[in-house]
Nanobody
Framework: QVQLVESGGGLVQAGGSLRLSCAVS????????MGWYRQAPGKQRELVAT???????NYADSVKGRFTISGDNAKNTVYLQMNSLKPEDTAVYYC??????????WGQGTQVTVSS
């Protein structure tokens, strides 16, 4: 069992920054990548960024150059630094633990709202 707890969401003006955190606990040995996804009202959940155990990262085109995903193995925490935020970044952000071929785990989500 894996538990993911997100924090760091909130309300910010356009152009501002936020840092999301995802604390990971439980049986983590089968996790091969961590990621952040988001879901805006009326839209499907979409990939934001992922990071593998080896440190390789991948970003959605819409956030490249603005968002940075990182991990702290000592703290079992994954971060998403979000800079130059835009109103279209408004969404619920979810932390994901990928354990292919086993089922993924998801956090409960944290709301990010960017005002114009």
């Amino acid at each position: 069992q894996v538990q993911l707890v997100e924090s760091g969401g909130g309300l910010v003006q356009a152009g501002g920054s936020l840092r999301l955190s995802c604390a990971v606990s439980g049986s983590t040995f089968r996790i091969n990548a961590m990621g952040w996804y988001r879901q805006a009202p009326g839209k499907q959940r979409e990939l934001v960024a992922t990071i593998t155990r080896g440190g390789s990262t991948n970003y959605a085109d819409s956030v490249k150059g603005r968002f940075t995903i990182s991990g702290d193995n000592a703290k079992n925490t994954v971060y998403l630094q979000m800079n130059s935020l835009k109103p279209e970044d408004t969404a619920v952000y979810y932390c994901n633990a990928a354990r292919s071929p086993y089922p993924d785990y998801w956090g409960q989500g944290t709301q990010v709202t960017v005002s114009s």
